[in-house]
């Protein structure tokens, strides 16, 4: 069976800071939930694919950054469930692959390049007509994997066990987190920390696309703008995984974590609440960042 259902680890986090204001955090492991196929990605591709396989599609065509946790996990699960995949990347070609893009041309994945500007064009029907006359029929997952399908696999993250008062998540296109608000209490909040600067759009995208109001942005911590990092941001991660064994990537789960021990640290959350963080994955992607930016973040 595709993407079967396993039991997800939920993992308390000790601290002098954490006692110090009387608030619990768990971390929700979903970036162990597979190795290649990390965290919230699962949830996406999941209902993706059976839908790819129902209706007999050989083929699964993307796009994505050079660095994209989304192109990585779409190559190795289109691999594994027997379907042919295409990545379409943003961005000029590099002689020398950097390990995202290895990763996905290992598992077969082939290649091709868009300019930036061509890149815009990616939502566009007529620009998806262009590329069936070239690559024939292929069941089409968008930038970032959300679609109606993917919200139908981002509301199993949290379940009825995971009663926290708050509940906090990355956001980049925002299908996680809306997954995520679907399936909350109404008397839970989510809060959603952005990894891209200047989206405000993306609130009213998400609020168009649910009728609760039970979530809030914060923007405060994307660190200068996608895939942007700073000194703090990498010792903060570093500390981390020393203190907890628990490794935190730099463009998503690392900047939630870092602003969330922020708002904690300013009394954001009152006396006696619970937190449960989402670990939303993207180790994979910590191997280029770290040649790219001269730096050792942790692996597993
Ligand atoms: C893709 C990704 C996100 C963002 O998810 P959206 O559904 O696009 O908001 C968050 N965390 C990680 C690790 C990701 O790879």
């Known amino acids: 069976m ?5 039991k997800i680890q ?5 601290s002098k800071l954490l006692k110090s204001k009387q ?12 190795p290649f196929i990390s965290g919230n990605k699962w949830f996406k591709l999941k209902y993706n694919l059976i839908e790819a396989k129902k209706k007999k599609y050989g083929t699964i065509l993307t796009f994505g950054g050079a660095y994209s946790n989304h192109i990585a996990a779409t190559a190795y699960a289109a691999r594994k469930h027997g379907f042919r995949s295409i990545g379409y990347i943003r961005g000029e070609k590099y002689n020398k692959l950097n390990p995202t893009l290895n990763f996905a041309v290992e598992n077969g994945m082939l290649l091709h390049y868009l300019t930036r500007s061509d890149y815009k064009y990616i939502n566009q029907s007529s620009f998806i007509d262009k590329l069936k006359e070239i690559n024939g029929n292929f069941y089409l997952i968008p930038e970032g994997g959300t679609n109606n ?17 708050f509940i906090c998540t990355p956001v980049g296109t925002g299908g996680t987190i809306l997954g995520i608000i679907n399936k909350s209490l109404k008397n839970q909040r989510v809060i959603g920390f952005t990894s891209i600067k200047g989206n405000g759009d993306l609130i009213n995208n998400i609020s168009n696309c649910t009728n609760k ?31 907890y064994r628990i490794p935190l990537d730099a463009i998503y789960t690392g900047k939630m974590m870092f602003g969330l ?22 180790i994979q992607g910590n191997k280029g960042m770290s040649m790219r930016y001269k730096i050792n973040l942790p692996i597993y």
């Open 2 to 6: 595709i993407f079967a259902v396993m």
């Open 10 to 14: 939920t993992q308390k986090i000790n």
């Open 23 to 34: 608030v619990s955090l768990d971390i929700k492991r979903i970036d162990l939930i597979d």
């Open 149 to 165: 399908l993917a919200l139908m696999g981002t509301e199993e993250i949290i379940n009825h066990n995971d009663n926290h008062d």
């Open 213 to 243: 109001n039970n979530f809030v942005l914060i923007n405060d911590y994307v660190t200068g703008g996608y895939a942007k990092i700073n000194r703090s941001l990498v010792d903060f991660i570093n500390n981390f995984y020393l203190e």
């Open 261 to 282: 021990f922020d708002l904690i640290s300013k009394d954001y959350f009152a006396k006696g609440s619970s937190i449960l963080a989402i670990h939303t994955g993207g």
